[in-house]
């Protein structure tokens, strides 16, 4: 009788134990989709606010809203992220309230990316040709622009970490990104714009190591080249310049071509396979103002397909 006492008591421990492992398990899995979707967020941030500086350095309009809404939107979508995922562990009740929560949040969050994307699509062009080929860098709005990075990579920084990014890489922004403190203190525009695009280049990267298959981070790969290629238009390697642009123009072939994506904005997909083949032929032809006309239109309509 005792002995049968003991494996009933024993019964019941082992699955307790299993019960609880599974749902500590499930949390953390949970809690892992959270920090990867909030890293995503931080992630678009940055291509959408280093895309618009580099522009800064030619006078284009490219995003400039994000300028207004600074880094305080960063932190408050991370403050977000952080507090959803510290009300692990609460009652079902309190679960239910969180669910509700998010999907409020997430409803939020979609409005306000309507808005976003409506003012990327419809970006105001700069006055490109009347500038007569004399493009200004207004150095004193790139150096707060560079100060402000700094603040929105501290924020990222950790959230990489979090996800074991690997660190070299995250320690390749950091460096990259002092060099470009450094080359803006000099008001050396190409090699500014070279180590600015050295950190762009990171972020497809950055991406890859949480969703590599993903249809974002392959766009992040294509735009990765057609930023590279603008940082080569404007400081005049045209060769360079083609040569991304003929690896964006077979990514996105490839992109289209693939089983299963889903886009947004199909309309939007279309025209940023004819903007890349407008972009190689203003390249061939050596013409920076028609390069840059196509790549302001470009950029909107790469942002929300």
């Known amino acids: 009788m005792k002995k049968s006492i003991i494996i009933l008591i024993v019964s019941v421990i082992a699955i307790f134990i299993v019960l ?18 909030k890293v995503s967020q931080e992630i678009a941030y940055l291509n959408r606010y280093i895309v618009s500086m580099l522009g800064d350095f030619d006078g284009l309009t490219i995003g400039n809203y994000l300028k207004d809404e600074k880094s305080s939107n960063l932190q408050v979508e991370s403050d977000r992220a952080l507090k959803v995922t510290n009300e692990e562990g609460n009652t079902t009740n309190s679960e239910d309230s969180k669910d509700n929560s998010e999907q409020n949040t997430s409803t939020e969050n979609s409005n306000q990316g309507n808005q976003s994307n409506d003012k990327i699509a419809n970006n105001k062009q700069s006055n490109i040709l009347s500038a007569n080929g004399k493009y200004t860098t207004n150095w004193d709005y790139i150096q707060s622009e560079i100060e402000e990075l700094y603040q929105i990579w501290n924020t990222v920084s950790i959230d990489l970490n979090s996800i074991n990014v690997d660190g070299s890489s995250i320690l390749a922004f950091s460096d990259f990104l002092n060099t470009s403190t450094q080359n803006i203190k000099k008001k050396d525009k190409e090699k500014s714009m070279d180590s600015l695009t050295q950190i762009y280049q990171l972020l497809p990267k950055y991406n890859e190591s949480f969703s590599p298959e993903s249809k974002e ?89």
């Open 217 to 305: 981070t392959k766009t992040l790969k294509i735009q990765s080249n057609i930023v590279t290629a603008y940082t080569k238009v404007s400081n005049g390697k045209w060769e360079d310049a083609q040569k991304q642009l003929y690896e964006a123009n077979s990514q996105f072939t490839n992109l289209l071509n693939s089983v299963g994506q889903n886009f947004n904005n199909q309309t939007a997909v279309n025209q940023c396979y004819i903007i890349i083949n407008e972009l190689i032929k203003a390249v061939n032809l050596k013409d920076k103002e028609i390069f840059f006309i196509q790549y302001q239109n470009l950029i909107g309509k790469m942002q929300i397909i």
């Open 20 to 37: 609880s492992s599974l749902v500590v398990f499930a949390g953390n899995e949970k809690k892992g989709d959270q920090i990867e979707e």
